[in-house]
């Protein structure tokens, strides 16, 4: 980290874009692979560990997300449909399809080519069957993108430069055009949270939860965003806001008066409003607010 630390400083961007890269692919072909099996909230899983940031992560009990726990207890149909954005290596999809979907379906996108090998053997391992991944990158329009080379993917700015991986890029709409319009959209895609609520109109008319991590006005700012800007996309007239802070353990309404933190921070927003569409859910849940 150090070496990388000082490239930084005293290289072009380019050289360590390579740099990084290079050493991705070394931590990869040298990790010694095995599975773990934990308590991830109620649920004892196997998951498969591959990399260091899963062993950082999910190599150790968990307790249920917050998200999870005010999401399940919401009138989201048990046989409704989940979109996981930026799935990583799939514990939290398999978590919402056991949670807040069990008799429903889970659609989960992961723009890191490893990441989403690693989650359909996760999803192999747990015989998990409610839970689908693709491996892609959301983004304000379907056509193709470049995820950074990273353990942690995010979508490379502008053009991507010399480094990153060439991958199908999706629109949240375009995703519910083949998939279905879901009922709850969750969202962590680091810092490209407002680029993709730009390609997703029709899903914010329509009847659905959305969870969404807002990654800071710094990482935001790379693409031309900050965390203010998730408001334009919500309006209080038609959807509830909730607000769970890094140092909180619950969420807590969010007034209209509020500003939102320029640090990380948790929303979800309940759909409220009557002229949300609602025909076309599945199991009825225009009828359950």
């Known amino acids: 980290m150090q070496h990388l630390d000082l490239a930084r400083k005293y290289l072009p961007q380019p050289v360590v874009d390579i740099l990084r890269a290079v050493k991705y692919r070394y931590e ?17 899983l196997d998951m ?25 207890q919401m009138p989201i149909p048990q046989a409704g449909r989940v979109f996981d954005l930026g799935a990583h290596q799939c514990l939290i999809a398999i978590l919402l399809g056991k949670e807040v979907v069990p008799a429903g379906t889970v659609v989960s996108l992961e723009a890191n080519r490893h990441n989403a090998s690693i989650a359909r053997r996760n999803l192999e391992l747990n015989a998990v069957e409610n839970v689908e991944v693709m491996h892609a990158l959301v983004s304000s329009a379907t056509g193709r993108g470049r995820a950074d080379i990273s353990f ?3 979508a490379r700015p502008g053009l991507g430069g010399l480094v990153g991986d060439q991958v199908a890029a999706l629109s949240i709409d375009d995703l519910a055009q083949m998939r279905g319009f879901p009922d709850l959209v969750y969202m962590d ?8 609520l730009k390609g997703a109109t029709q899903t914010l008319s329509r009847w659905c939860y959305w969870f969404i991590e807002l990654h800071g006005d710094k990482l935001l700012g790379r693409y031309g965003a900050r965390n203010a800007d998730i408001l334009e996309y919500f309006s209080f007239q038609d ?35 009557a002229r949300l569409i609602k025909h076309g859910l599945p199991n009825g849940a225009a009828t359950q607010q």
């Open 48 to 72: 498969s560990i591959d990399d260091r940031i899963a062993a950082e992560w999910y190599d150790k009990d968990w307790e249920l997300p917050p998200e999870i726990e005010f999401l399940k």
């Open 28 to 44: 990869l072909a040298t990790f010694n692979q095995h599975v773990v099996t934990h308590r991830y909230g109620a649920h004892v």
């Open 189 to 196: 895609i680091e810092g490209f949270e407002i680029e993709a």
């Open 239 to 273: 959807f509830a806001g909730h607000l769970c802070l890094e140092t909180d353990t619950k969420f807590r309404p969010l007034t209209e008066r509020e500003p939102l933190p320029s640090e990380r921070c948790f929303l979800i927003f309940a759909p409220r409003s």
């Open 152 to 154: 942690n993917s995010r």
